[in-house]
């Protein structure tokens, strides 16, 4: 019983954790060193670069940094130049922890020399950007701002290399985005670990289109991948932030990529998981828009979710994709319409689906017979309907008379016979 209760309360323990947001980070940095922070929790709603702010005896000023979502987690750089003691603020943080409740988290910083064996010897790694976020081939700069000499070993994937690099020295690092979430590792004076995030979000991921504040999502945006003829479920958490239950909610696709998804109701103050599988019968890159609408206080709002789709073909990996920087034009390709299809090979560009052979439109169901099918229909039904005009016209000149009409036509005769308008044969 005792080992019942103990796990009970371990696993309070774990979740309550990942409720509550934490940040884990290093507080201490020499000049020039970058600072990188991980913020975990049960996020209700995004944070922003705004609301990261830093301070120094009370005083906000301005360092050069820059935040970034994935996987359930923000991850956070900045670029420690000067010395002194800091504290970074990010405020009013919600969170989902028996409801949604809101935090501010305070860290104090100190930026100082660290001088090796007593003398005025130092080492010190710039690295730029703190994160990478992207794919295809990305770089980043490492500087020694100390003034000896540093031992570098870094290794990406199957990707490694050791050098030394001097003081003043900058090195460019190149890498292969992978796919999905992974790190950099650099074993130096000390060790470090880049985030390396890959998701291509171009312009219209960010075009987030919201009409209230009412119903919020996570995620703000998607980015969907798959082979043709499969298919992807996405989880989207719905959040109602009004004091007002949310009815007759609908998820419906601009260009039919999943089934439409319907929740019938959702409380005040509460959230609920919607499902989307996504699925295509064609390859390519496809822009479509997630309308969410809704019903609260007998008013109809909407909100809407960018997605970014890219169908790929049977046998490429999910695994190994990636989009390239170039645009297709730059790679000698076209950008077929949507009523085309590419006859030859194709790559996913910075600008879409790009064909690298030729564009070639679609041809209808059964459309062998060539452009004058149609033609050949409409002269067949005007034969027919020639033919029914006739046909009427006949049956029209052989019906019988009706009695009436018999009984008037021999009264008619009788009558000019014995008035002499009838002469005999």
Known sequence: MKKEVILLVLLFCVSFVFAKPEIVMNKEFQPGETLFAIMRGDFSTAISLDDVEFYQARKKIFV???????????YLYAYMN????YTLKINKILYNDGGIKEMSVEENISVADKFLDGNMTTKILSIKPGFVYGSGIKQ????NKG??????EYKYNDAADKFILNAGEVRKVEINVLPGLSHLNISSYSQFSIPIISSYVSNFTQNVSVEDDDLKTDP????VYFNVNGNKEETVRLMNFAEKNITSISAVSNLSLFDTVNLDFLGAKEESNISLIFSSEREGYFKDMVLISYLIDKESKSISIPVEIYVLAENQSVETFSVDDNTCSESSGFLCLSNEYCDGDTMFASDGYCCLGVCKVYEAPGSGGGSYSWIIGLLILVVLGVGGYFAYRKYKKTVPKKPNEMVKLKTDEYQKRISGGISRS
Do not use: M, T, V
């Open 64 to 74: 050069e940094d820059n935040l970034i979502y994935s996987n359930g987690s923000y």
């Open 82 to 85: 000067n010395a002194g003691n």
């Open 140 to 143: 980043i700069n490492l500087e």
């Open 147 to 152: 003034n000896s000499e540093i031992n570098i």
């Open 220 to 223: 703000i945006y998607l980015n």
